[in-house]
């Protein structure tokens, strides 16, 4: 009995020394602090701004690689050596057309680059239909067979973008001195909008698709700037002809050329293969309030998604981005901005940079906090890149960004 009264003492003295160290041990991991979920991303943020090159200036592109330019004043920059620098020589060339009465009047900044020459300039007025007008002179496209050493384009409708991307309503020649020809097509019985100002979209043309020989007319089909239905035109050696009718204004040059048509029930991305017009892809939705449509890619302007002109095909890398800032390709490379949310599911704000090489068959990744301003666009030419920073552009090279932590998706 004694035995068995030990026994029973002791079993509930080690009990009770069992549960007091167990509300210990409770009471200790309720007072600690759970660690963070180490960060998955290895950050170039320092090691990006000492081998990036900011710019005094916000640069824009031109059709020539390694080329871009200033507003305000006008500056050009050049690559060389792999770095990005300002070209102090430049001309000055003053050219007057005379659009729908009105003489305009461009002092035109030349560059040659690359043995080719380019030229931006900003003409504006206080009254009239024509307040202000963005120019742009480049040496005639072989394709228009012209005897002028220059095309000039004008766009007058003012708008916060690059030469390349604006929509060129007048196309008219000058000789080597800045003597004005004339307009590269007749303007027969071409009308006004109601603003006063001559119809834009009588013939127009982006600086690729001039370039490549294409130009667009809605003489037979618009009535108003509103309906953007358009004849897709080709010269070669000096003449043209129809080849798509009805297309909207959005056309990546090629030679078998790539277009947009649109539907009362969405829209459709189509080529020309012998002559003949074949669908790509189709999409539900306005391409004009849904999509936005440069660099040769469709991108969604509320979601992460962004297709290949040329192929139809999605850009896969693109789905695991909160916001898609932009996208765009120069020759084997594709290069992609935006914000992505990290893996444990909380937005640090994370921003990626992708440089996918279809030539090495591989993509670089980078991950920074605040490289970038928010929705900036990427500028590419064959030695590096541009993005913006602070409404002010950064230049980095490829060989630079080699340098950095990053990780390599084969």
Known sequence: MKKRTVFTIIFVILAAAAIALGFYFLSKKE?????????????????Y???ARALPDKVYDTPIDG???SLSPVRFYGVKGGALAQIKKTETLRVSPVVAGKAMHFEMTVVTYAKQHFGVGVWQSDSGAYNDAFA????MPAAFSSDY???????T???????????YSEMITVAKDGTVGGYLFPQNNRTTEPSGKLRTDWDCGTLQMVNSGYTLTGRKDNHSDTAQKYDLRITSAGNTETVAREVTRYV?????????????????????????????????????????????????????????MDSGKEIKAVSSLK???????????????????????????????MVADSAAKQASVFYANDCFDENSPVLLCSAGLITQKGGKSVFISYKALETLTHNVIQ
């Open 31 to 47: 007072k600690e602090v759970p660690e963070e979920p180490k960060q998955a991303y290895a950050f170039i943020d320092e090691a």
């Open 49 to 51: 701004q000492k081998a």
């Open 67 to 69: 080329l871009f330019y």
């Open 136 to 139: 742009v002179l480049e040496d």
């Open 149 to 155: 050493s220059y095309l000039l384009l004008i766009d």
């Open 157 to 167: 409708a003012r708008v916060d973008s690059s030469a390349n991307e604006r929509m």
């Open 252 to 308: 990546l040059p090629a030679k078998n050329p790539v277009f947009i048509k649109t539907a009362e029930a969405g829209w459709s991305i189509c080529t020309l293969k012998a002559g003949k017009q074949t669908e790509i892809s189709s999409f539900e939705g306005d391409i004009f309030k849904d999509y936005t449509v440069k660099n040769g890619f469709v991108v969604h302007k509320s979601k992460p998604l962004a297709v290949r």
């Open 323 to 353: 916001k898609l800032y932009s996208i765009n390709s120069f020759a084997k490379k594709m290069v992609i901005l935006g914000k992505e949310e990290n893996k444990e599911g909380k937005d640090y704000k994370v921003q990626k940079l």
